[in-house]
């Protein structure tokens, strides 16, 4: 099983989770408490990693899809796993904090609802390095390594979709969202991880254009 990779000096991407439909998660370390974006592929060799890192003090889960193994892990380190309130239902027997809107996070941290590649799609973001958002699956890399809203045979809503990538692109700034780090796709990343210019590269999209976008398959 291949080890997560540091990515920036806080934050460590995990290879691509066959449960999670080739997902990718996340780690992140803060001052206040560890926490993981999504599920990675739950193994011995996952818990060592957060164990060497001073263990998970909370989840983050950013869409339906991402969940996994999460009750494994919220079992092995007592964790909560902070979820969008239309998609806590998915995880009954869990310790849960729901949110409807945004939650607040500690070091600047907070969480947001995305609707559209699911009901209770969401995103992370932190300040550190110039700002880094983790958009699971609501917004991806394209071929060319530019994020973007995908639209798929599952998509919930995607004129809802469209509409949360163009808030985005208000809440933030070139100075404020330097980075994307997505929840899949990375393969067309070439290994990096993460999408800098985040802003001014979605800034270039043709939003309009693309709420007659075709599903993928």
């Known amino acids: 099983m291949k080890t997560p990779h540091s990515i920036f000096e806080t934050v460590f991407a995990f290879p691509p989770n066959r449960d999670t439909l080739g997902g990718t998660a996340y780690f992140i370390k803060t001052s206040s408490g560890n926490g993981l974006i999504d599920c990675p592929a739950w193994a011995e060799e996952t818990r060592q990693f957060l164990d060497n890192h001073g263990g998970v003090q909370w989840i983050f889960l950013t869409h339906r899809t991402g969940k996994g193994a999460i009750q494994h892990v919220q ?92 808030k985005i692109l208000h809440r933030f700034s070139p100075e404020t969202l330097h980075y994307i780090c997505p929840g899949a796709n990375t393969g067309f990343l070439r290994g990096a991880h993460s999408i800098p210019h985040a802003h001014e590269k979605l800034s270039h999209l043709d939003l309009e254009a693309a709420l007659h976008q075709s599903p993928m398959l």
């Not at 600047?108 to 699911?118: A, I, L, N, Q, Y």
């Open 75 to 166: 079992k092995a380190f007592g964790c909560p796993i902070l979820v969008q309130e239309q998609e806590a239902y998915l995880l009954p027997e869990a310790t849960l904090i729901s949110f409807q809107h945004e939650h607040q996070l500690t070091d600047g941290m907070m969480v947001f609802w995305t609707p559209g590649h699911s009901p209770g799609s969401a995103c992370l973001y932190t300040p550190i390095d110039g700002g880094i958002l983790f958009t699971g699956r609501h917004l991806l890399p394209t071929t060319q390594g530019y994020p973007a809203p995908l639209r798929v045979s599952k998509t919930f809503h995607w004129p809802r979709q469209i509409r949360h990538t163009q």
